[in-house]
């Protein structure tokens, strides 16, 4: 977690950001949340909207009456199947006649070690996951929308979500989930994967960026140095957890515990899935051994 800023935009207006990009914030902050949701505008006649949000007809309402006299809504675009940046998709393209698009089903992109651990049983959390949602056009890593005026290019960046993308508009990203200002993003097995989202961060350094728009939180205007720190950030919470282990073994919970001492109870579910999620990439470079096999309730023991 970042030291609290000064972002605390009106819920509902549509917010002039950039030529041809506006923002409008949806009515569902929370401790996973921030703020809310951002739902972005693109374009100036025919509109992209990126990440619809969360079921509510307020916020319906708010995209709606942000379309000007001349302006449609011909692109809605879901980065990822979480229940906050999705379900209302389907709703506002009953309203708009716009087509949905996006990754894939909740489970597309998955690796094969979070889907042998989804088949073990084990559920995934944080957020919540849209599993109705289906797109009505599916997109692929390096494919161009195309609108009136605007173009994105899909970037798949795995590691939040299996399925979510980030997507390129000139030297902007829209980053969603997967690079934040106000925390750093949640990796939470079985759907979220820290060695995807640590590749996926490689990726994106590889750009020269001049601002990142997350799906929550504030404008990012130094993408570069964020992206460092959020590389530092899991490689510092890494060393910690190796060091811990150095003292015996122990399970997720318990490093989690001993791990984050300032985190509030709340949310220590959420620290002891990322601590797993390390546990889950250490594991695969054969730094740890699980017992009696890879789970959320194994034992783990330095190699």
């Known amino acids: 977690m970042q030291p609290p800023d000064d972002f605390d935009p009106p819920i509902g207006p549509a917010e002039h950001l950039a030529p041809g990009l506006r923002r409008i914030v949806a009515p ?29 007809p307020e916020h319906l309402e708010a995209i709606l009456a942000a379309l000007t006299p001349g302006q449609t809504i011909s692109h809605i675009i879901v980065t990822h199947t979480h229940l906050d940046h999705s379900p209302l998709a ?9 087509p949905v698009l996006a990754f894939g089903d909740a489970k597309a992109g998955r690796s094969k070690v979070m889907e042998d651990l989804a088949q073990g049983g084990l559920a995934g959390g944080g957020e919540g996951i849209d599993t109705r949602f289906v797109p009505d056009q599916v997109v692929a890593d390096g494919d161009h929308i195309n609108g009136d005026g605007w173009e994105l290019e899909v970037i798949h960046t795995p590691g939040h979500i299996g399925n979510h993308i980030a997507l390129g508009w000139s030297d902007i990203c829209f980053t969603a ?25 490689a990726r994106l350094q590889a750009r020269d960026w001049s601002v990142f728009h997350p799906g929550h939180g504030a404008p990012i205007t130094d993408p570069a140095a964020r992206l460092h720190w959020l590389i530092d950030h899991r490689r510092s919470r890494e060393t910690a957890i190796l060091t811990a282990l150095s003292d015996g073994p122990a399970t997720a919970r318990a490093l989690a515990e001993r791990i ?3 985190t509030p109870p709340a949310l220590l579910g959420a620290a002891e899935r990322n601590v797993f999620a390390h546990l889950v990439d250490l594991h695969g470079r054969t730094e740890v051994t699980a017992a009696p096999e890879l789970s959320a309730s194994a034992v783990f023991n330095r190699s």
Do not use: K, Q
């Open 177 to 201: 989930d997967h690079v934040m200002g106000w925390a750093s993003s949640l990796v939470s097995p079985p759907d979220g994967d820290l060695t995807e989202f640590m590749a996926s961060c």
């Open 260 to 262: 984050y001492t300032e």
């Open 90 to 98: 389907r709703p506002l393209a009953e309203a708009t006649g716009a």
């Open 28 to 56: 569902n902050p929370s401790p996973m949340t921030y703020r809310g949701t951002n739902t972005y505008l693109v374009g100036e006649r025919e509109l992209a909207v990126i990440d619809p949000g969360p079921v509510h």
